[in-house]
Nanobody, 115 residues
Framework: QVQLVESGGGLVQAGGSLRLSCTASGSTFSSYFLAWYRQASGEQRELVASITRSGDTGYPDSVQGRFTISRDNTKNTVYLQMNSLKSEDTAVYYC????WGIGYWGQGTQVTVSS
């Protein structure tokens, strides 16, 4: 069982920045596949960033160049740096961890971008 604790959400003006953090339990964090998803009200949950154990990252076109995912294996933490935020980035953001084929979700943190 992997437990996740997220932080860093909040209210920001359009064009601003936020950094989300997610700290995971477990002694094999360096082997985890990590990702951030978001879910806007009335919408399906969508992937916004991922990072493999080797550090390869992936982003959808909607956030490419604005969002950056990173991991600190010494702190068991994954980050999502979000720049140039837009009103359409407003959503609940979820940390996701996959270990040995089993996925775990964080509790979610609200990000609201005012225009």
């Amino acid at each position: 069982q992997v437990q996740l604790v997220e932080s860093g959400g909040g209210l920001v003006q359009a064009g601003g920045s936020l950094r989300l953090s997610c700290t995971a339990s477990g002694s094999t964090f360096s082997s985890y596949f990590l990702a951030w998803y978001r879910q806007a009200s009335g919408e399906q949950r969508e992937l916004v960033a991922s990072i493999t154990r080797s550090g390869d990252t992936g982003y959808p076109d909607s956030v490419q160049g604005r969002f950056t995912i990173s991991r600190d294996n010494t702190k068991n933490t994954v980050y999502l740096q979000m720049n140039s935020l837009k009103s359409e980035d407003t959503a609940v953001y979820y940390c996701y961890v996959r270990n040995w084929g089993i996925g775990y979700w964080g509790q979610g943190t609200q990000v609201t971008v005012s225009s």
